[in-house]
């Protein structure tokens, strides 16, 4: 047996050390860890995958899907942070941001960008979760890398091919980063998509938390598609504020976004048969392409999520997903590392015996 889909890989993405997350008011060691990406490429490179390179990509497509002052951001504020010596004299070793400028506290003020890096940490932030440190900026831009390699492949006639991200990106929006993401892999990855001809995209999210980023990026958009199965924010998971199944696009978007939340608990059966309807509805739309925002979170042992599927489940989800066309897979969520590869292999896997590669060799 062999798995046909290229794994697009970055040992930049392993620079990422956010060294926990500040969640409910407490510094915890966090999940979204290096060894994840380590756990996945060893996993798919022994079931036979080719492990690729990424390539080095410009920025026209990332400041494209992202405004440019969030790239900007993102990319400086760990050395402004290190200059006020923050973490040297202040034993502050990430960036957390602590005040965040809302609608609700500006109330129609001009938007500013103060001075001081410790109130301007949280200008293009909306959590305490998702910690900025030393490496952070090469493993964001490398997981963009590796994206964009994966969308060049398929745009070459690849049937498939899966970016290893890491850190994930769904959470991001246009102009806000958090859930432990910084900038939207599979968002610029369907963007790729679409400057190199395909006309029209689906993207096909199955991580365990609703991909509120993806979702606003293409919320006023008919050209990229999205649909999303996830537990119900409204049973009290993240993102809490996004993610309900009444959110259907927006002008000329409307239609164009497709929410399936599901009930904690939920196994296979209630989860294939959201993936099913999704790809069906995907299917519809002849698209010429597909991302899949692939996060393994909705397994039963994954700490992040209460949904219950299994290796069966997801290799079934990849059949379904691999089937609709040419396709993008991009890692998200996904954080029990004992079974985290075995996921990995199962989805691809599926994915390749859905788009009719051959398996045997
Ligand atoms: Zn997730």
Redesign the pocket.
């Known amino acids: 047996m062999s798995l046909p889909v290229p794994v697009v890989w970055n040992e930049d993405c392993l620079r990422h050390e956010p060294g926990g997350e500040v969640w409910l008011g407490v510094r915890d060691e966090g999940t979204e860890v290096p060894a994840r990406a380590v756990v996945l490429r060893d996993a798919l490179a022994a079931a036979g995958a080719p492990v690729v390179p990424a390539r080095p990509h410009g920025d026209e497509i990332v400041r494209t899907v992202h405004d440019p002052e969030l790239v900007d951001h993102l990319a400086g504020i760990w050395r402004d942070w290190e200059q006020a010596g923050l973490p040297a004299e202040y034993g502050r070793d990430r960036v957390v941001p602590y005040v965040f400028p809302t609608p609700g506290m500006l109330a129609g003020l001009p938007p500013r960008s103060p001075p001081a890096v410790h109130g301007r940490a949280g200008l293009f932030c909306y959590d305490t979760m998702t910690l900025v440190g030393p490496g952070s900026w090469a493993a964001i831009r490398g997981a963009v890398d590796a994206a964009l390699t994966a969308a060049d492949l398929v745009s070459s006639g690849a049937r498939l091919a899966y970016a290893l991200c890491r850190p ?1 990106g ?1 959470h991001v929006t246009r102009s806000a980063y958090g ?1 432990s993401c910084y900038l939207n892999n599979a968002a610029i990855a369907a963007q790729a998509l679409r400057a190199a001809g395909a006309r029209r995209v689906a993207i096909v999210d199955v ?3 609703h991909g509120n980023g993806t979702q606003m990026i293409f919320y006023e958009r008919s050209d990229v598609w999205y649909g999303s199965l ?1 537990v119900d924010p409204g049973a009290g998971w ?1 993102p809490h504020y996004a993610g309900y199944a009444a959110e259907r696009g927006r002008g000329d978007g409307e239609g164009s976004n497709r929410n399936l939340p599901l009930a904690p608990g939920t196994a296979d059966d209630g989860w294939l048969a959201a993936v099913n309807a999704l790809c069906g509805e995907a299917h519809a739309l002849a698209p010429d392409a597909v991302v899949v925002s692939l ?1 393994l ?2 397994a039963a042992a994954d700490p ?2 209460p949904l219950c599927v299994t290796e069966a489940g997801y290799r079934a989800a990849g059949r379904l997903a691999g089937a609709l066309g040419p396709a993008v897979l991009i890692q ?3 954080y029990d590392l004992a079974s985290l590869g075995g996921l990995a292999v199962a989805a691809l896997s599926g994915a390749a015996e859905g788009a009719g590669l051959d398996t045997s060799s």
Do not use: L, R, T
């Open positions: 994930p769904h859930g991580d365990a938390h996830h993240f996060g979170d909705a992040e999520s998200e969520g996904g």
